[in-house]
């Protein structure tokens, strides 16, 4: 496990190291009467330590050691955390971290606010685990903290130069396998720090850096919207048939290298100066390879079968569900249809698609500051400057053929498709004509930050122990551009061979199979290197008549923000003794003002239109804590804070993003912003119960947050001069309410004899249940991405130099997009259509060995299960889409001089 559980559980509190003086075996070892707890039990007393000591409800990871993060990355070790949720990227990566199913986090870094480019939130992946020395996650707040996260707040904290007290080299070395893949993949990391006395002071400097170079493959099948089959006629008659089915595979290597550094010089007794600074990137060149089987463009279906399911459908004239404008007009009929579960679909269109993507990320952040200890007043003025710049490349060629047959079956016990085309035709190069056009999307957004930050406290002598105190200015930027341009291929789609652009003879390469499709069998599509090189983007748009060149940034699919923050707080915290207990806590409150300018393209009667919008809100959000220590680990707290997190710049932007599709069998689509978005306000309150004893720890909590002006997204159709697009739009949805149970716990059995003493459990639970309230249209279901369920539960070991973890972690159904006003025919009373996504849970383990006092081997594992994503439309048998999640292995070692 070589770190911290992510929950904090006490050992022996007197017990814990400084980092710089860790001793390297892992093991609780008798010294005379005295416990002396090192390596893993030291970092979870340190972390029980924070969760005992704070005035909220707060979790915390603490690294055993330098690069000693007890999971590969953040958002993994995250998932740890009692009511954290985490989902799995497109590069099977672990990415958004949601506490108690709220996605709305601020995250900060050394208490400094941080983000990715223009967005809020902050791509946890991006900071390789790596370079941390603590992550803490805030589940209720106090004035001091920033405002923003109505869920919480996570703050990263990375190493620093007087962490250490004496001069210290670490190097690390991992190569990872990823099982999808089949390819190595290293990862190294290395850090220096050393003090010095000088005559004008003690001083300190740490650098760390690390790089990664991760290859991944991630096949996903999809089952497409319904849509009535009397389009298709014959034996399609009465059924409710997808428009399409098919799969993609994201394949391609990323990596991330990472340097920060700290600077700090004692330039006084009571007087410290500190610099410091990060750099982070992405660089990922990678594909996704769509292979689709279009089955509203065969000639028949035969063999069709059905599970039973039937229900009365409204059905528009091309088999659709009726929008909006076409449920008043009354331009319907009600049909009865039941669910197709297999069926032969014969001399059927289908494609293949390369997008092949360039993407990079680059992320600087410089800080500095003073802090000054006075004996009783204590002062901290810190100033900093983050950019984030993100520049995605995207170039899309479509190639397609007619299939003889496709087979489907979509009624099996694993909740699957099965998709069988004989002969595999799309695995060979013959044959293959342009279809659905040339598309390129070029998108470049940034973000910067100025800010600063005074925060002080002065202790008395009274009941009131400390009175706390402090402002902030932060003045935030973004700009978003983008182009997409499509092109129809020349003499129509479908019309004309790939052989008559003269593309090279190596233009059709094979792509890692789906296991749904064919077996998993590879199929043709175009080259991602040459569709990404300068020769072929030329040839390429100059056979589809494109504009030559790389396109300019469209205007009317750009946006800018600014955005000015102050902030003042006031705090008080109490402590006095109840006779045997003691009873302490804090009361304050935290003003914030924030202006804001935002301007963007909307439409205006199919008119592009710049629109400008300006808002300015004023909050004041209180706080109050109060925590009754009973004696002998015992102890009891309640707490209440208002919270607020403000709308992301794109679900603000005025403008609108739609473009028609060249592919028949999808719908037109688009998204736009709302700036008449409101922030999302919360009262929260927490209550929990803790008992803490030397070599375990149990809590149990209850929280309620009362959740007003909630965003969601939903899809509807919208018609744009004469055009139907599927447009998704952020949206309040007015009141929420999410109210649930935490339970955790964790123990070492050193009752047990010798080596068996070694031996511990940890786990947690967490039920979170929420509901939208008022009149929304989703008014009595649950928040999207809430699941009601979520548990870890994992066995230790921690003795004699060996230090292992098998941890399996749980999440139930949640709903994870809104697709009412999407064209799916459906049951009629089921005004509401939502995507589910199944229960499932993922096992992972870690061990590590000390060979020597300096040298450390390990080895981990990662979703050894191959869990896997699986989604159904409202009713479990309207399957929809599988992703298979990969298992990732890992051998390495950890060194210390």
């Known amino acids: 496990m070589g770190s911290a559980s992510v929950m904090a559980f006490a050992a022996n509190p007197a017990a814990a190291q400084d980092a710089g003086q860790q001793a390297p075996d892992s093991s609780a070892e008798a010294a005379g009467n005295e416990i002396i707890v090192t390596g893993i039990r030291a970092s979870l007393s340190r972390a029980a330590d924070i969760k005992r000591d704070a005035a909220q409800v707060v979790d915390s990871i603490v690294a055993q050691d330098i690069g000693k993060f007890p999971d590969p990355t953040t958002a993994a070790a995250l998932q740890r955390v009692p009511g954290v949720q985490v989902t799995v990227g497109g590069n099977n990566e672990i990415v958004n971290p949601l506490i108690r199913g709220l996605g709305d986090i601020l995250t900060t870094l050394d208490g400094r606010e941080i983000f990715t480019s223009d967005s809020r939130g902050f791509a946890f992946q991006d900071l390789p685990a790596e370079a941390l020395s603590r992550v803490d996650v805030f589940k209720s707040n106090t004035a001091n903290l920033i405002e923003g996260g109505v869920a919480g707040t996570i703050d990263l904290k990375l190493n620093k130069a007087f962490d250490y007290k004496e001069p210290t080299i670490a190097i690390s070395g991992k190569l990872n396998y990823a099982s999808n893949a089949e390819k190595l993949g290293p990862q190294v990391s290395a850090l220096w720090t050393d003090r010095w006395e000088t005559g004008i ?72 100066v500190y610099v410091d600074g990060l750099y982070s990137a992405y660089r990922g060149k990678f594909a996704t390879a769509f292979y689709e089987y279009q089955l509203f463009n065969s000639d028949s279906v035969t063999n069709v079968t059905s599970d039973g399911n039937c229900f009365t459908g409204r059905v528009t004239g091309d088999g659709f569900n009726p929008n909006s404008q076409q449920l008043a007009d009354g331009a319907y009929t009600s049909q009865e249809l039941c669910n197709l579960t297999g069926g032969t679909f014969n001399n059927t269109s289908s494609f293949t698609s390369m997008q092949a993507k ?21 002062l901290n003025l810190d100033l900093s400057y983050q950019r984030s710049l993100v520049r995605n490349e995207t170039f899309i060629v479509d190639t397609g053929k007619k299939v003889d047959q496709v087979i489907v079956d979509f009624d099996n016990p694993d909740n699957t498709a099965s998709i069988i085309s004989p002969g595999n035709a799309m695995g060979f190069a013959d044959g293959f ?35 706390e105190f402090g402002g902030r200015y932060a003045d935030r930027g973004t700009l978003f551009q983008q182009v997409q341009l499509s092109v129809a291929p020349p003499g129509g789609s479908g019309n004309t061979l790939v052989t008559a652009a003269g593309v090279p003879d190596d233009f059709f390469v094979w792509a890692p199979g789906i296991p749904q499709i064919n077996n998993g069998a590879h199929f043709m599509v175009p080259s991602r290197d040459y569709l990404l090189s300068d020769e072929g983007q030329a040839n390429l748009r100059e056979f589809f008549g494109a504009p030559d060149g790389r396109p300019a940034f469209d205007p009317t699919r750009r946006f800018e923000a600014n955005e000015k923050t102050y902030a003042g707080y ?20 935290r003003y914030t003002r924030t202006d804001r300018t935002i301007s963007g393209t909307g439409v205006v009667d199919g008119t592009p239109v710049l629109t400008t919008s300006d808002t300015s809100d004023d909050d004041w959000l209180p706080n109050a804590s109060a925590r009754l220590q009973f004696g002998g680990g015992l102890q009891a707290r309640v707490t209440y804070a208002k919270t607020i997190a403000r709308p992301s710049f794109g679900s603000l932007n ?17 998204s736009g912003g709302n700036p008449d978005l409101k922030p999302q306000m919360s009262d929260s309150f927490d209550a929990t119960l803790e008992y803490y004893w030397s070599s375990g720890y149990f809590a149990v909590g209850a929280y309620y947050r009362d959740i007003q002006n909630r965003v969601v997204n939903d899809v509807a159709a919208e018609t744009i001069d004469g055009v139907v697009y599927n447009i998704s739009r952020p949206r309040n949805v007015g009141q929420a309410k999410l109210k649930g149970l935490e339970v955790s716990g964790q123990t070492f059995f050193d009752f047990l004899p010798g080596d068996l003493a070694g031996f511990g459990v940890f786990g947690n639970f967490t039920i979170a249940d929420s509901e939208i309230g008022g009149n929304d249209p989703l008014a009595g279901y649950t928040l999207q991405g809430v699941s009601k369920y979520n548990f870890n539960a994992g066995l230790l070991y921690d003795r004699n130099g060996i230090s292992a973890r098998v941890v399996y972690t749980y999440r139930s159904k949640y ?20 995507n589910y996504v199944r229960p499932n849970g993922r096992l992972d383990f870690s061990l590590a060995y000390d060979v020597s006092p300096n040298l450390t081997f390990t080895v981990d594992g990662t979703n050894v299960l191959r869990s896997r994503y699986r989604s159904y439309i409202n009713q479990d048998y309207f399957i929809r889409d599988t992703r298979t999640d990969d298992s990732l292995y890992s051998v390495g070692f950890r060194a210390r001089f």
């Open 358 to 378: 360039n993407h990079k990320t680059d992320s600087f952040l410089v800080a500095g500051g003073t802090k000054y200890d006075g004996g009783r007043l204590k």
């Open 570 to 589: 006031v705090q008080g915290g109490y402590e006095f003794p109840l006779g045997a207990m003691t009873l302490d806590g804090k009361v304050g409150v």
């Open 433 to 467: 004509t342009f279809v659905n056009g040339l598309y390129q999307e070029y998108t470049r957004s940034k973000g910067d930050l100025f800010s600063v930050k005074m925060d002080g406290s002065y202790e008395t002598d009274t009941f009131l122990k400390t009175i």
């Open 201 to 272: 002071g003690e001083m300190g400097l740490l650098v760390n850096a690390s790089w990664y170079d991760i290859k991944f493959n991630r096949p996903s099948n999809y089952v497409a919207e319904r849509r009535a089959g009397n389009v298709l006629g014959g034996e399609g008659e009465g059924m409710a048939i997808p428009i399409s089915t098919g799969g993609l595979n994201e394949y391609g290597s990323y990596s991330r290298p990472q340097v920060n550094a700290s600077f700090q010089w004692q330039a006084a007794p009571n007087l410290e």
């Open 654 to 670: 005025p403008g609108l993003n739609y473009i028609v599709s060249t592919n028949p069998n999808i719908r037109n689509g688009g």
């Open 815 to 834: 709903f994870d997009e809104n697709r009412t006003g999407s064209g799916d025919v459906r049951p009629a009373d089921e005004p509401v259509w939502l």
